[in-house]
Every structure is written in structure tokens, then in C-alpha cells.
């Protein structure tokens, strides 16, 4: 491996890491009690489509717009609404469809706006586009995050994801310091630290979700999915360690993939997992469009 290098490998290693955390959790998701999982499911599930969804209106507009990504979400929701979308998305969908802003919808739906993961769980595209620009990085992932999480909770979860996913990309040694500094919420930074202190006590994952959680809420679920990469030390035990943590498995799964696979590299996942993977090389594809655009320049 070329290391501090960015490589396509990382890039593609990224979006199928996400598909392959998600189909490894899906199997686990809601179930109470530890398990380790080995199997990739025969299916991934709304992370994916939404990550997917994600990439697509990118690599369309070579760039972010709003509008275009969420009527992408929404497109891909009508073809596969059994993706196992939880109850938000659809509701912020129909309103769009009815004529709301496509950064109106989301809040007023949810006063005070989603504190959920939905937003980070998706993000992995983001981070592989604006690598280069931390500022530009969190700009685009707090506005793609307005589409269905308008809470900082929600938008922040996704901002440290993606970033997350970038030192990954560069293989950064000072991973958690550079996330720390990175994050303006202090309830971010609390978990950061308990990420840290909790390093060499991964087999103990009573405490690890006790400290970090393993819930819907972003802030309970991207801790988890970092700590889950920085504990283990290779893709495969990442990801099986954060669909093993329980609790919402595929998001916490997908989100340990993206950044874990941005470290190692589609060589490093296991070929048998990526050959049962659903729409593995359309997955790639979209990853090679991406990495088409970081040559190119114009978003
Ligand atoms: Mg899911």
C-alpha cells in the first residue's frame, strides 16, 4: 500500500465499505446482546441507496446541488421503498414532491430538526469529493444533511464522518486529535475523548456502548463507528466489530466501512464479501466517477 497516498483503490474501498458494513449489520440491526456477524446479507439497506443517491447527483452535476440530491433520494426511494427506511425520509420525500423547499422539508417535519445518523450514514461520497478543503467539507455535508437532518447533532454527526473518512483517505496519524479539533460541539468532543480513553478495552463492548451508544442518534452512532475503526486492525474486524456492537448495526456497520475502506483500500475487503455484494460494480462506477471529478476540478 502507498501510504499517504490517495489512490482510486481508497476511493472505491470507501463507497463499497459502506455497502459492506451495511449488508454485514443488517442482520443484526435492533437485535439486543453482542454477536459477532461474518456473513455479508444478500442485501444492503437504506444507508447504501441513500449513499448511492449521494454519489449519483455529484457525479451528475459535478458538484452539490439540493435540489438535485434530494429528488435523486426521492427517485431511488419510489424504485426500492423496501430499502428499510426508517419513518422520516418518506414524509420529507412527499412534502418535496408537494413543492417544499428541498431545505424546508426536513424541519418542518421535526421541529428543532433530526438528531438521527441519516445524514452521516450516507456521507462517504462527500468525503471522498472535498477531501482537499476541510471548510468546503463541512459546508457541503452540513447542507446535504438539511435534506432530511436539520439538527446540529445531525449535521455535525455527518460533518465528522465525512472528515473522518477524508484522514482516512490520508492515512493520518493523528486521527483523533485532527477529529477533535475538527468538531465545534462539545457533546462531539466528550465522545472523542471517551473514544480515546477507551482504546485498548474493545472486547469489553458493554462499556463501549454504555460510553459511545449504538443508537439511531448520530451522537450515539458515529463515536461508535470511528471507534470501531481505530480499535481493530484491518477492514474485516472492523466491520465486524461495529455490526457486533448492536443496536442500529447496518448504520454503525456502513459508517466503519466507509472510513475504514478509505484506509485500506478495496484490495484489503475480502473478496468473498465483495462478491456477494448487491451492485458491486455499479457501486464502483459511481466511485470511479468521483475520482474522475477530483482530476478534473470544476466542483
Ligand atoms: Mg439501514
Same mark, same amino acid.
Given at each position: ?48 441507496? !441513500? !449513499?448511492?443517491?449521494?454519489?449519483? $447527483? ?135 475523548? $471517551? ?37 481493530? $486492525? ?20 456502513? !459508517? ?44
Amino acid at each position: 500500500m502507498n501510504h499517504g497516498k490517495i489512490t482510486l483503490a481508497k476511493f472505491v474501498g470507501s463507497l463499497i465499505g459502506t455497502a459492506i458494513g451495511d449488508s454485514l449489520g443488517a442482520g443484526r440491526e435492533g437485535f439486543s446482546g453482542f454477536k459477532k456477524v461474518r456473513e455479508v446479507g444478500t442485501r444492503y439497506t437504506d444507508d447504501t441507496a !441513500m !449513499m448511492i443517491g449521494v454519489a449519483e $447527483s455529484l457525479i451528475q452535476c459535478q458538484g452539490f446541488d439540493g435540489e438535485h440530491m434530494a429528488k435523486t433520494f426521492i427517485r431511488n426511494y419510489e424504485r426500492e421503498p423496501w430499502r428499510g427506511y426508517g419513518a422520516g425520509p418518506p414524509r420529507v420525500f412527499s412534502l418535496i414532491k408537494q413543492g417544499v423547499s428541498w431545505d424546508k422539508a426536513a424541519e418542518s417535519i421535526y421541529p428543532g430538526g433530526s438528531f438521527g445518523n441519516g445524514a452521516a450514514m450516507r456521507i462517504a461520497p462527500i468525503g471522498l469529493l472535498y477531501w482537499e478543503d476541510r471548510e468546503k467539507l463541512r459546508e457541503i455535508a452540513y447542507k446535504s444533511s438539511r435534506i432530511t437532518h436539520t439538527h446540529s447533532l445531525g449535521a455535525e454527526g455527518a460533518a465528522l464522518e465525512a472528515y473522518a473518512i477524508v484522514l482516512a483517505l490520508k492515512e493520518e496519524p493523528k486521527f483523533l486529535d485532527k477529529l477533535r479539533d475538527f468538531t465545534k460541539l462539545e457533546p462531539y468532543k466528550r465522545k472523542l475523548e $471517551s473514544v480515546e480513553k477507551l482504546l485498548d478495552r474493545k472486547e469489553d463492548r458493554k462499556e463501549i456502548v454504555a460510553e459511545l451508544g449504538n443508537g439511531i442518534e448520530a451522537l450515539n452512532s458515529v463515536p461508535a463507528a470511528i471507534y470501531s475503526f481505530l480499535a481493530n $486492525s484491518s477492514f474485516s474486524e472492523a466491520v465486524v466489530y461495529a455490526a457486533s456492537l448492536g443496536g442500529d448495526a447496518d448504520t454503525i456497520g456502513a !459508517m466503519a466501512g466507509a472510513i475504514a475502506g478509505a484506509w485500506w483500500g478495496v484490495t484489503e475487503i475480502p473478496n468473498a464479501w465483495q462478491k456477494k455484494l448487491e451492485n458491486r460494480e455499479y457501486i464502483e462506477d459511481l466511485a470511479r466517477g468521483l475520482w474522475k471529478m477530483k482530476e478534473i476540478k470544476t466542483y
